[in-house]
């Protein structure tokens, strides 16, 4: 490939950083619910799993498994809890969040630590049991205090 694509290739890719980082708060609002709408989902496929509902198969565990580590650190990283974000849409993020903006971020650390542990807890149904209840109590720690009724 010649220099000319490879700088062409980086300008577009800086261009669309850029115009994300400014990304509407509704689009901000509506991305974090979204990577959460999809977390669920795949928590739900390894719950099923772990309480016998639905046969236990190491690679469509692992696959949710990553899915969930991948997501879980991107709303923050992102910018889509960024000033602004309070509101443009219906949401039940607390205000807290941006009030104790250090405490939420704490949270949500704890919380991408334990999913990131996931994918390699899931390739066994015990390890991944015990795994999927430290998470859950990161979800549940976090929507307490920060995600409004
Ligand atoms: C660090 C905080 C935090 C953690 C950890 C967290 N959540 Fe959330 N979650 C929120 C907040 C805040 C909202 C509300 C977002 C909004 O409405 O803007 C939310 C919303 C949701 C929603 C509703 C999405 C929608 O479409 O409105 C679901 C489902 C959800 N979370 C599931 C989970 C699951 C499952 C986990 C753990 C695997 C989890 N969350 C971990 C903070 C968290």
Redesign the pocket.
Known sequence: MKIQHLAAIAIASLSISAAFAQAKPEDQ?KY???A??V??RS?GVLSAMAKGDLPFNKELAQRHAST?ADLSDLPLTAGA?GPGTDKGA?????PK?WSEADK?KA??D??STS?RSLPAAAGDLNSLKTALAD??K??K???D????K
């Open positions: 609002i974090r619910q979204s959460m709408t977390t669920a928590v969930i809890y219906p949401t039940k993020a607390d969040i939420f949270a949500f704890k919380f999913a998470l859950g990161t979800c720690g976090c929507h205090d920060y995600r409004m």
